[in-house]
Nanobody, 126 residues
Framework: VQLVESGGGLVQAGGSLRLACAAS????????IGWFRQAPGKEREGVSC????????DYADSVKGRFTISSDNAKNTVYLQMDSLKPEDTAVYYC????????????????????WGQGTQVTVSS
């Protein structure tokens, strides 16, 4: 599977962005898409994930209530709607493909994911 992220940019605090993850070449094992981010000088962290078969989602506490993950399976695209952005959301955002884990998806461990996009920069100014 190949993944391409888009939609990053510069936004003021309190603003919104919608990231997109376009996928091609899905296999039978590509059950979930996760969004991760890496801020300068920090380790990459999980943000959210979605199970493609039924749309079940999960979120990190830091983004719960502000970010919404969704999928358009007809377009093979997963979106991350980011509202009420904060300067601490500044990072390179990556999407990744992975399997079903524990009958759902896992956002908090990137070791489950085997295909990654190149990333898109999100910068939130204060």
């Amino acid at each position: 599977v190949q993944l391409v992220e888009s939609g990053g940019g510069l936004v003021q605090a309190g603003g919104s962005l919608r990231l997109a993850c376009a996928a091609s070449g899905f296999t039978d094992h590509d059950d979930a898409i996760g969004w991760f981010r890496q801020a300068p000088g920090k380790e990459r962290e999980g943000v959210s994930c979605i199970l493609l078969s039924d749309g079940r989602t999960d979120y990190a506490d830091s983004v719960k209530g502000r970010f919404t993950i969704s999928s358009d399976n007809a377009k093979n695209t997963v979106y991350l709607q980011m509202d009420s952005l904060k300067p601490e959301d500044t990072a390179v955002y990556y999407c990744a493909a992975g399997p079903t884990v524990l009958d759902g998806c896992i956002y908090y461990s990137e070791s489950y994911y085997w295909a990654w996009g190149q990333g898109t920069q999100v910068t939130v100014s204060s």
